[in-house]
């Protein structure tokens, strides 16, 4: 049974940083197409980065240049480093796991205020 668990989410100051961490379970994860979402109160869940299992990643405009996705295949992890953190980015974070069903994890509370 596949499970994603987050971690790391947060309180931090407009300007700061953060790390957020996924551990995986249940799958084969080397194989699988791994990603972070988030969403805001009163918002759609929005794709924030991705990282697929032929190592490429992609971010949405809002976070490029600000936020960088890793994925670590040993340890069945997938971590999302978070850059100049503005009010905006507050939100829930979720990671999302694609094997042949959509896998989501409970999420992670993320608050940049000051």
């Known amino acids: 049974q596949v499970q994603l668990v987050e971690s790391g989410g947060g309180l931090v100051q407009p300007g700061g940083s953060l790390t957020i961490s996924c551990a995986a379970s249940?799958?084969?994860?080397?194989?699988?197409?791994m990603a972070w979402y988030r969403q805001a109160p009163g918002k759609q869940r929005e794709l924030v980065a991705t990282a697929n299992a032929n190592g490429e990643t992609t971010y949405a405009d809002a976070v490029k240049r600000r936020f960088a996705i890793s994925r670590d295949n040993a340890r069945l992890r997938v971590h999302l480093l978070m850059n100049d953190l503005q009010p905006e980015d507050t939100a829930v974070y979720y990671c999302y796991a694609k094997t042949t069903v959509a896998h989501w994890g409970q999420g992670t509370q993320v608050t940049v205020s000051s």
């Open positions: 249940g799958m084969y994860f080397r194989t699988v197409d």
